[in-house]
């Protein structure tokens, strides 16, 4: 499964906030700085918000697009060599995806949206760190635990194989050829 452009867009993504992270380092924005706890406690509860969403909405919305795909699955007989297996019993069959590059491929186009929605969110909190230092509402140092949470999120995020599959194999209570 060639998942090379999603993780390239997610590499991007979290390079951006170290990016950001540099602003926030290199700027001189803690001239002055009075900390409004009002608005830093606010802004940490939208940034707690997109956390939580960041992980809802993407699989909700990666669930609905594998329903739309309505990839044809079909019965295949299990292949048991046992010796000791009862000749009069019925043979096992295994649901299976009927195309299955053509499944994974749907799959990977099917991801791309919903994952872009979670890292995006994910990086959105890393923004929020650059506004309170940016906007002088707390010291700088208030800003970095919000990348070390965008940090954590992108890499509970970072595309792997089994994050694109198993979701389509609960979905369609079949196995995709590997």
């Known amino acids: 499964m060639n998942l090379t452009i999603v993780r390239t867009l997610w590499s991007a993504l979290l390079f951006s906030t170290f990016v950001e992270l540099g602003i926030v380092l290199w700027g001189d924005f803690d001239r002055y700085v009075y900390l409004q706890v009002e608005i830093t406690v606010a802004v940490a509860v939208v940034a707690a918000t997109l956390a939580v969403a960041s ?3 993407p699989s909700r919305l990666y669930s609905a697009a594998l329903e739309r795909l309505a990839l044809p699955v079909i019965e295949v007989p299990v292949q048991n060599n046992d010796a000791a297996r009862d000749y009069r019993s019925a043979a096992g069959s295994q649901r299976v995806f009927r195309e299955a590059d053509a499944a994974r491929s749907a799959m990977v186009r099917a991801f791309q949206a919903p994952f872009l929605v979670s890292v995006a969110l994910a990086e959105s909190i890393a923004i929020l760190g650059v506004v309170i ?13 919000f990348f070390v949470v965008a940090w954590v999120l992108l890499g509970l995020r970072f595309p792997r194989v089994a994050n694109v599959v198993e979701p389509a194999e609960r979905l369609y209570s079949a196995q995709l050829a590997r």
């Open 55 to 57: 992980f809802l909405l």
């Open 133 to 145: 230092a940016q906007g002088r509402l707390a010291p700088s140092v208030y800003a970095l635990p």
